[in-house]
T-cell receptor, first 115, second 115 residues
Framework: AQKVTQAQTEISVVEKEDVTLDCVYE???????LFWYKQPPSGELVFLIR??????QNEISGRYSWNFQKSTSSFNFTITASQVVDSAVYFC????????????FGTGTRLQVTL | NAGVMQNPRHLVRRRGQEARLRCSPM?????VYWYRQLPEEGLKFMVY????????ESGMPKERFSAEFPKEGPSILRIQQVVRGDSAAYFC?????????????FGPGTRLTVL
């Protein structure tokens, strides 16, 4: 069975602070994919990143960076110099590489960025 | 290139009525997934469909819920005799292929309220 844990229910930061959102996963599959999605107050789900289990290189995209550590089964997400527009619920998700690859989501972390 | 379309965006039903939710996948995508998000929770997988086939319905409640993805037209998630506990956001996602290496792109969701 697969499981994704986002222990941080809610985080509040002041604009320009850096913030890290934690994601820990469990799976018996040897190959799998990890995802982050953003759900802003408007409610839609926005895809941010996909990472496969063979690629442990960290990734940076603008102010966003992701740290994948297979040894600790973690896929953490850091926002540098946070902005009010980053306020949203962020979901980490896991799928395996076979067919019918449904996503298993964590419960989400609500990030509130204030001025 | 239009994204995943869902309608209606908001749906209000009284207990005992039927709810019909529609999803048109992205152009070129032939695989559709339905997820349910209860208030303050993460998304839970319901069903995965290809054109005219249900591939995985392991997350679907055994009664009152059904889904289809006909050869022509959108995918439909049908909930018969709705109850208050069905109130949730229902998201549809699509991908071009079956395997987990393809990202699922989500629609804006349908918010169902059962009075």
């Amino acid at each position: 069975a697969q499981k994704v844990t986002q222990a941080q229910t809610e985080i509040s930061v002041v604009e320009k602070e850096d913030v890290t959102l934690d994601c820990v996963y469990e799976t018996r599959d040897t190959t799998y994919y990890l995802f982050w999605y953003k759900q802003p107050p408007s409610g839609e789900l926005v895809f941010l990143i996909r990472r496969n289990s063979f690629d442990e290189q960290n990734e940076i995209s603008g102010r966003y960076s992701w740290n994948f550590q297979k040894s600790t089964s973690s896929f953490n997400f850091t926002i540098t110099a946070s902005q009010v527009v980053d306020s949203a619920v962020y979901f980490c998700a896991l799928s395996y590489t076979g067919t019918a690859s449904k996503l298993t989501f964590g419960t989400g972390t609500r990030l509130q960025v204030t001025l | 290139n239009a994204g995943v379309m869902q309608n209606p965006r908001h749906l209000v039903r009284r207990r005992g009525q039927e709810a019909r939710l529609r999803c048109s996948p992205m152009k070129g995508h032939s695989h559709v997934y339905w997820y349910r998000q209860l208030p303050e929770e993460g998304l839970k997988f319901m069903v995965y469909l290809q054109k005219e086939n249900i591939i995985d319905e392991s997350g679907m409640p055994k009664e009152r819920f059904s889904a289809e993805f006909p050869k022509e037209g959108p995918s439909i998630l049908r909930i018969q005799q709705v109850v208050r506990g069905d109130s949730a956001a229902y998201f549809c996602a699509s991908s071009p292929m079956t395997s987990g290496r393809d990202t699922q792109y989500f629609g804006p969701g349908t918010r169902l309220t059962v009075l």
